[in-house]
């Protein structure tokens, strides 16, 4: 099952959990709500999974491929971990399956409030188009992950404020319908 809470104001080391004081847990209906999908898949069989193939078909979900981020595997490891952790949104929704280790996704509430999402081997999440979000590893510093996308893949980020872009206003009628 997915965990997620509201983080704390903490600017320390992004690797660690920063579980706000009081502890405020967010549950799936929460994520829901803001437009993020989760699915708990069996990362060991991944490449021949009738589930991730329905999802994958269902969703159009058509292109995918595998990356490791660590710094044995990753170049400019250092430089896109930064890039990674910068408050950013995208055009197209990003699609992660988390193959082996862990990391978070932060994302923000309705009212501009960090959740951090804890993301382990066999976790699946889609953020949509618009949501401003950031990834990082945790303390163990590894995970393997695989990306899809419908379609050809962008990679493309944009550093908040991105406020202009159509994904964005989306996204925000979208939260203004589930309010």
């Not at 405020?24 to 009738?50: F, H, I, S, T």
Request: hydrophobic share 35%; aromatic share 14%.
């Amino acid at each position: 099952m997915v965990q997620a809470w509201y983080m704390d104001k903490s600017a320390d080391d992004p690797r660690r959990p920063h579980r706000g004081e009081p502890a405020l847990p967010v549950g799936l209906e929460q994520l829901r709500g803001l437009g993020v999908l989760y699915w708990k898949l069996d990362a060991d069989k991944y490449e021949n999974d009738p589930e991730l193939e329905k999802i994958r078909k269902e969703r159009n979900y058509s292109w995918m491929d595998v990356i490791t981020i660590c710094k044995d595997k990753l170049p400019n490891y250092e430089e896109k971990i930064k890039m990674f952790y910068e408050e950013h949104l995208h055009l197209d929704d990003e699609i992660r399956y988390i193959l082996d280790g862990s990391g978070y996704f932060d994302v923000r509430d309705k009212e501009d409030r960090w959740i951090r999402i804890f993301m382990e081997k066999g976790d699946m999440i889609t953020l949509p188009a618009g949501i401003y979000h950031r990834f990082t590893l945790d303390e163990k510093n590894y995970v393997k992950a695989m990306r899809l996308f419908v379609g050809d893949p962008v990679w493309t980020a944009y550093n908040r404020p991105a406020d202009h872009f159509e994904a964005r206003g989306q996204y925000l009628e979208f939260l203004a319908q589930t309010a």
